[in-house]
């Protein structure tokens, strides 16, 4: 009863609750100072002020005070309670003012604090627990009485009459408590014991997360190289830009500078025709037949002689002009330069793969660049060969692959069937076992209109894309074991990647049927 008596003197008159900033007036009553300001907010419309409590009146609004020695009490008084705030859970006999309970009576179904808990277990010897505003769930619901008893056969709470004629008569039973405690020892022990499925799921997070961190880390270093990289390409075209206009800066002063030369050449010569013919217009004004006579004839002759060399410089000028071909050839180089100096950074070869007629099938027609492979219907002659292909419309390129990095592109022109892929030259060259795909020496990608399989020892898997782009790229890492496919649409779009270990050279093969057409982007 002690805290609940204190609780009513830590109260506001007014809120009826623990003080809040509480203040003090001249006649020593205390109040929240909101609930204070409030009443006098009030009071000040009618003219008047008083306290709430003695009735005390104020000729003016008076002054609040702040009491810091209560609000230090209700403070400490605070902290004493936690369950109060966090429960919520008061004791059911103090009515006047709520006091937090200590205990919960499951019999009587009540709530106490420390001064009624005594009281009660001086009365009676009823089961008590934490505070609890839910007793149901601590009864048994078919016989309303207080669970006592745990039944571990079917893991249930029992009161004392589903032990003695429920469903669970004749089971062993434990009491509530120590089922309780042994529950919580197999819980700590299981605790302390080393969880190895734990273990593994954290070794596999940590793998995880090192692997997110690598990622990271090689993301990182592969930005900074392509930067490097774009870096050297502008440098380079800027060097190639002013490599081609300085072609062009050079062609054109020379070809400027003779024809200056030729204009100050045929300037003279007019000025030499103007001086001869001004004395051709003073002889035609001479009287004297004699002297006119005399002087025509050197005239005339000398006219003869700057006609024709006027007529050779005209020919020089004529024939002079900017070399196109020369400005396109240096910056057609630059260019190429840029681009094998790239594919050098990158690591990543292009090789110039051409097709070998000589293991061509005799239905199929091979270009003269020996680039594109056409399935045709028409018998093509060829000279017979022991590495041609008999049973399937196949080719294999003339070299063959065996190190390093490599990457060409290829072009279907979406009719028919197309294979293309690597294969051993050791294939067979007839039989099931000679077509590309249907051997542990040929990996291949089959495109047709459907979709995309790829097939290796004639195992075959469907890829879940459709062709979108008649052009797919193809890189080879000879030592890492990679062959991968790519669809070169806008993204371009990764296929398929096979991974084995290579023993022999590899070379591009290509199957094509029903009027398919394959051919190598150069």
């Excluded at 809120?15 to 006649?27: G, H, K, N």
């Excluded at 919580?184 to 605790?191: A, E, I, M, S, V």
């Excluded at 990608?445 to 075959?460: A, E, F, P, Q, R």
Aim: aromatic share 6%; glycine share 6%; net charge negative.
């Amino acid at each position: 009863m002690a805290s609940a008596e204190l609780r009513d003197e830590l109260n506001c008159s007014i809120c009826l609750s623990l003080y809040t900033d509480p203040v003090s007036l001249r006649c020593g009553h205390n109040f929240c100072r909101s609930c204070i300001v409030s009443v006098l907010d009030a009071q000040e419309a009618a003219g008047g002020y008083s306290c709430p409590d003695c009735r005390a009146e104020y000729p003016e609004r008076p002054a609040l005070e702040k009491n810091r020695k209560l609000r230090n009490i209700v403070e400490r008084f605070s902290s004493t309670q936690p369950d109060m705030e966090e429960t919520r859970i008061f004791c059911t006999y103090c009515i006047k003012s709520p006091v937090p309970a200590v205990k919960s009576c499951l019999q009587c179904e009540t709530s106490l604090c420390d001064d009624h808990l005594t009281a009660h277990n001086k009365t009676v010897d009823h089961i008590s627990t934490e505070p609890t505003g839910s007793f149901g769930c601590k009864k048994c619901s078919l016989h309303k009485k207080v669970l006592e008893y745990y039944c571990p056969q079917d893991a249930a709470c029992l009161c004392v009459s589903c032990c003695l004629v429920g469903e669970h008569r004749g089971h062993q039973v434990e009491l509530l408590d120590e089922a309780f405690e042994n529950k919580k020892k197999k819980l700590r022990k299981y605790l302390d014991e080393p969880n190895p499925k734990k273990s593994e799921i954290q070794t596999r997070i940590q793998n995880l997360q090192d692997r997110t961190r690598n990622i990271q880390e090689k993301a990182s270093n592969k930005r900074q190289n392509i930067s490097r990289i774009f870096m050297d390409i502008k440098k380079q075209l800027q060097a190639a830009e002013t490599k081609a206009l300085s072609e062009v800066s050079r062609q054109e002063e020379k070809i400027v500078s003779q024809i200056s030369h030729l204009i100050k050449k045929l300037e003279i010569q007019e000025d030499e025709l103007s001086r001869k013919m001004r004395h051709m217009e003073e002889m035609c004004r001479v009287t004297d037949p004699i002297r006119l006579l005399q002087g025509s004839d050197n005239t005339v002759n000398s006219h003869g002689g700057d006609e024709d060399t006027g007529g050779d410089g005209g020919e020089v000028s004529t024939e002079e002009d900017l070399d196109e071909v020369l400005i396109s050839l240096t910056l057609h180089r630059s260019m190429r330069d840029i681009v094998t100096n790239v594919a050098s950074e990158l690591g990543v070869h292009v090789p110039d793969i051409l097709l070998d007629v000589d293991t061509a099938h005799t239905w199929l027609k091979i270009s003269e660049e020996l680039k594109t492979a056409t399935d045709s219907e028409e018998y093509q002659e060829k000279p017979e060969s022991p590495g041609r292909f008999v049973d399937y419309s196949q080719v294999l390129s003339r070299c063959g692959l065996s190190s390093g990095r490599h990457y060409w592109e290829v072009e279907w022109d979406q009719i028919g069937t197309c294979q293309l892929g690597m294969s051993y030259p050791s294939i067979q060259r007839e039989g099931e076992e000679s077509d590309c795909g249907c051997n542990d020496k040929s990996w291949c990608l089959d495109m047709y209109d459907g979709g995309y399989k790829v097939w290796h020892s004639s195992v075959t898997l469907a890829l879940r894309v459709k062709p979108t782009c008649p052009t797919l790229g193809v890189f080879l890492d000879y030592e890492a074991g990679r062959l991968s496919f790519y669809e070169l649409c806008d993204p371009i779009r990764h296929l398929h990647t096979f991974t084995a270990s290579f023993t022999e050279p590899l070379h591009v093969i290509f199957y094509v049927e029903h009027g398919a057409s394959v051919r190598i982007r150069s």
